[in-house]
Each structure stands twice: as C-alpha cells, then as structure tokens.
C-alpha cells in the first residue's frame, strides 16, 4: 500500500479546513518546475496572499448583493454637471465615504432622469468598496415613509429606523 505523499495530507488538511483557494494556489505551485522554485516564506506569503484576497473578493460581492444595486455603477464614471447640481468636490466628498465614518445617512433628491440611481448605486458601491454595507432603496416604493434611500449602516439600523418613522 503507497503512503500518502506529505502534498496529499498537507491539501486534505487545507481542505478540510476549507481553504479551497489555498489548495489551488499549492497545486499551481506543486506543478511549477523546480527552477522556478520559490523560498518558504514566499510560498508561504503567496498562500496566505491569494487565500486573503479570495475572501475579500467575497465579501465584497455577499456586500454588493446584499446593498440590492439595480445598476453598475461606480463614482469614477460620475459626471461633474453644476447644472444638476453635482460638483466635483461633492462627488470627491461623498466617494470618501467619511460621511458613513460620522454616522450619517444619504438623501439624494432631483427632478426625473437627474441620476439620482446611479449615484446612489455608484455610492453604495464605494461603501462596499471600503469595507461598508449600504442599502439602496427607492422612495418611489416607500412613498410617504421618509426612508433615505441609501443606507450605509445596514440593515438592523434600517429596520430599528423604518419602524420609528
């Protein structure tokens, strides 16, 4: 009976620990030729590396699924336009998200065809971006019931406030 190589236990273990991208980063690694070996703590870093990355790849989009976005969108591609009352220094304010920092909700107000969605989806998606949770919410479907329509502090906020407005 053969027993098993130290690569076979060493990606059961990771496995099991449910480090799946872990697993292929060492399989990648395991297949390359040995000139192109790298050190220990090279291959160690690239592990934890592409392992860390897959995570918060996650949860960034569990976050942009959760915030219920209608559109991509995303404040780089945000046009500057006074006429609609959007300067730039607004938009590199918002986009800084320091607003969520102080605790504050977002309104945006305009007439129809303004871009109010797509600057609050571009915001929510910033929010994410920086590790937040936003919730997009038309007022058209709480018509009445003063709900922002852009939460960056979650949901269990959301409901605590819905339920005293």
Same mark, same amino acid.
């Given at each position: 009976?053969?027993?098993?190589?130290?690569?076979?236990?060493?990606?059961? /273990?990771?496995?099991? &620990?449910?480090?799946?991208?872990?697993? #292929?980063? &060492?399989?990648?690694?395991?297949?390359?030729?040995?000139?192109?070996?790298?050190?220990?703590?090279?291959?160690?870093?690239?592990?934890? +590396?592409?392992?860390?990355?897959?995570?918060? =790849?996650? /949860?960034?989009?569990?976050?942009?699924? +959760?915030?219920?976005?209608?559109?991509?969108?995303?404040?780089? =591609?945000?046009?500057? +336009?006074?006429?609609?009352?959007?300067?730039? +220094?607004?938009?590199?304010?918002?986009?800084?998200?320091?607003?969520?920092?102080?605790?504050? =909700?977002?309104?945006?107000?305009?007439?129809?065809?303004?871009?109010?969605?797509?600057?609050?989806? #571009?915001?929510?998606?910033?929010?994410?971006?920086? %590790?937040?949770?936003?919730? &997009?919410?038309?007022?058209?479907?709480?018509? %009445?019931?003063?709900?922002?329509?852009?939460?960056?502090?979650?949901?269990?906020?959301?409901? #605590?406030?819905?339920?005293?407005?």
């Amino acid at each position: 009976m053969l027993e098993p190589t130290i690569e076979k236990l060493t990606i059961e /273990k990771l496995t099991s &620990l449910r480090l799946g991208t872990m697993v #292929a980063a &060492l399989r990648e690694m395991l297949s390359q030729p040995p000139k192109q070996a790298l050190s220990f703590e090279e291959k160690h870093s690239l592990l934890v +590396d592409r392992e860390w990355q897959e995570r918060e =790849n996650r /949860k960034l989009q569990k976050r942009l699924k +959760d915030a219920k976005l209608t559109k991509k969108a995303s404040v780089e =591609n945000l046009i500057a +336009d006074p006429a609609r009352g959007l300067e730039r +220094d607004t938009i590199r304010e918002l986009s800084s998200c320091r607003w969520i920092e102080h605790k504050h =909700n977002l309104v945006i107000v305009g007439a129809t065809g303004t871009g109010k969605s797509y600057l609050a989806a #571009a915001l929510a998606e910033q929010a994410g971006c920086r %590790g937040y949770r936003a919730l &997009l919410l038309r007022m058209k479907a709480h018509r %009445g019931s003063r709900t922002p329509p852009l939460f960056a502090r979650g949901r269990e906020r959301l409901a #605590a406030q819905h339920r005293h407005l």
